[in-house]
């Protein structure tokens, strides 16, 4: 149970986060409550253009990061976690491929909430983000290789 707890627990928690945040609360219209008057604050003469353009960009970037957050939470349960002494290439076919399923899981989810859209781009962005993620584990996996052996 414990092991459970402490690898499982934070895979299940932040994809709960993730599904939260394909809600209506993190929608274009709600983050832009925030954005905007920020954004207006470090530039009152900024265009509305302008402010389109880095909301975009800020809502893309998210997608990226909390799929790499994903995969380095996924990679860590399912190496340590479990003990299965897989090889390295199913590992990251096995995480890649699971947050790719939740990626396309939750733009379906997306299409079912009225303030939000689904997108295959977004799909796309989130699996490049879990490759980002992945290959950072894989980086500080074989630095701790090194570093033991």
């Known amino acids: 149970m414990r092991a459970f707890l402490r690898y499982w627990l934070p895979v299940a928690i932040w994809l709960g986060v993730i599904f939260i945040g ?14 905007v008057p920020f954004l207006r604050w470090l530039d009152p003469h900024i265009s509305l253009a302008a402010i389109n353009a ?6 893309k970037l998210a ?3 909390e799929y ?7 990679w860590r349960a399912l190496r340590d976690g479990l003990n299965l002494g897989t090889k ?16 396309v899981s939750d733009e379906f989810h997306q299409s079912f909430v009225p303030s939000r859209t689904a997108s295959p781009d977004d799909v796309l962005i989130d699996i490049y983000g879990a490759l980002i993620g992945i290959v950072l584990c894989l980086m500080f996996s074989r630095r701790r290789l090194t570093r033991s052996g």
């Open 63 to 65: 997608h990226l990061i």
């Open 68 to 74: 790499a957050i994903l995969a380095a939470l996924f």
């Open 54 to 59: 880095i909301q975009l960009a800020v809502r």
């Open 88 to 103: 390295i290439w199913i590992l990251f076919i096995v995480v890649w491929f699971a947050c790719g399923i939740f990626a």
């Open 22 to 35: 394909s809600t209506d609360v993190l929608s274009a219209e709600h983050t832009s409550r925030f954005l």
